[in-house]
């Protein structure tokens, strides 16, 4: 399977300024590609492909007046940029005709100087990790790196990313093979998951807390913002300004992933079996006030990838139920669909069942989980596979 790796960069101000060169020459031609394409398409011409952009855009581009400085930096840098519009446009057209799976992916747009910047280096250009740990990298040079854990193989590309709070990263893309861990239990480790918002999410035994890391920073993110609003714009204290609130969403950011990453790794460890609902996450967040931050606040769906990534490389059981299926309305006694609903069900916690049977509503909602979840997984689905496409659960096709 391929990972992604990342780790802190800390270029020097002679490599910050070649990074900004680079960064810059892709953005360049990204958006040079982009306005080609579009022209095609306005004039009903067939639309060029990444080999025709690299020619007119990086190699005849590059011997006139106008674009000679791209030059300057790696050619595979430009090349990749252009290949990264073309999957661009492939992933729209398959997301508009059905055959991508995911949220809707709309058209490629034009890249801004203020935006994230990110280039990337594939085995071609030749970069490379030095004896004493630094990343080299052509017409950069030798870039300090903060290496947290080793790579699991040599890496097949690596992108160096600008965020907006202005830290540098290397993300390292390499194959590596599943690491199935010791097997459990299935009857005493299998759970559902139900994830919410007042709890985070409700386990067979357990519950996760909501963090709320971006209620913990409103106030200092709202004075900040304030402090923006009130600079005046192209002047230094606003990009001062300007910074600071970017490093405050860092911060927020890098709270919720480092939480999510342990979680999902306890998980992983302690459960043979993970059964949780497919949540319209997109649809929740579209509520206005504090529900709609709360979703936002939750990362629900960046949970829910995270942790079936790790279910398929360390082999233990995934499947997700319908986000059709009533988990939280359905009495796990008698079957019958009696719990509170709507908007206004959110709010009711404790509810009886006219079968006599009490429930709270998130732990009733984790045992339905999981009796849909070994309904699923017997059945065969295919989303009780590795990402490899084998079966990983005890009893199935191909499971040994």
């Not at 020097?12 to 953005?27: E, I």
């Not at 319209?280 to 979703?295: L, P």
Request: one cysteine or more; charged letters at 30%.
């Amino acid at each position: 399977m391929r990972l992604r790796y990342s780790f802190r960069v800390y270029p020097n101000a002679p490599q910050r300024t070649a990074l900004a060169k680079a960064f810059g020459c892709a953005r360049v031609v990204w958006n040079d590609g982009l306005c080609l394409r579009q022209d095609a398409y306005k004039q009903g011409a067939e639309r060029p492909k990444a080999a025709e952009l690299s020619k007119r855009l990086v190699t005849e581009a590059k011997k006139t007046e106008e674009r000679a400085w791209l030059s300057e930096v790696s050619a595979v840098v430009l090349q990749q940029s252009l290949r990264d519009l073309e999957t661009a446009y492939s992933n729209f057209f398959a997301s508009k005709n059905g055959t991508r799976k995911g949220p809707k992916t709309g058209p490629p747009k034009f890249k801004k100087k203020t935006s994230r910047q990110a280039i990337r280096f594939t085995t071609n250009a030749r970069f490379s990790v030095t004896a004493d740990g630094k990343l080299r990298l052509p017409k950069i040079g030798d870039v300090e790196v903060r290496w947290s854990r080793d790579l699991p193989s040599a890496p097949s590309s690596v992108t160096i990313i600008k965020d907006a709070a202005g830290r540098y990263f290397a993300s390292f893309v390499v194959e590596a093979e599943g690491k199935p861990l010791p097997e459990l239990d299935l009857d005493d480790t299998e759970t559902g998951i139900d994830l919410g918002l007042s709890t985070y999410a409700v386990l067979r035994g357990r519950k996760i807390s909501s963090p709320k890391f971006f209620r913990r920073q409103a106030e200092k993110l709202k004075r900040a913002q304030r402090k923006l609003s009130r600079a005046r714009k192209g002047s230094n204290n606003r990009r001062k300004a300007k910074l600071a609130v970017a490093k405050i969403h860092a911060r927020i950011a890098d709270q919720r992933r480092d939480f999510i990453e342990q979680e999902t790794t306890k998980i992983t460890r302690e459960s043979q079996a993970v059964y949780l609902e497919d949540l319209n996450v997109k649809g929740m967040g579209t509520a206005k006030g504090k529900r709609g931050k709360s979703v936002h606040d939750q990362s629900l769906s960046m949970f829910a990838r995270t942790l079936e990534a790790k279910c398929a490389r360390y082999g233990r059981t995934f499947a997700k139920a319908s986000r059709w299926f009533p988990s939280t309305q359905l009495c796990s006694a008698c079957g019958s669909i009696e719990g509170p609903k709507g908007l206004e069900g959110l709010k009711v916690r404790n509810w009886v069942c006219s079968c006599g049977a009490a429930h709270n509503r998130d732990e009733n909602a984790e045992l339905n989980l999981r009796r849909e979840g070994r309904r699923i997984v017997a059945e065969g689905r295919p989303d009780t596979q590795n990402a490899c496409g084998a079966h990983v659960r005890p009893g199935t096709p191909g499971s040994g």
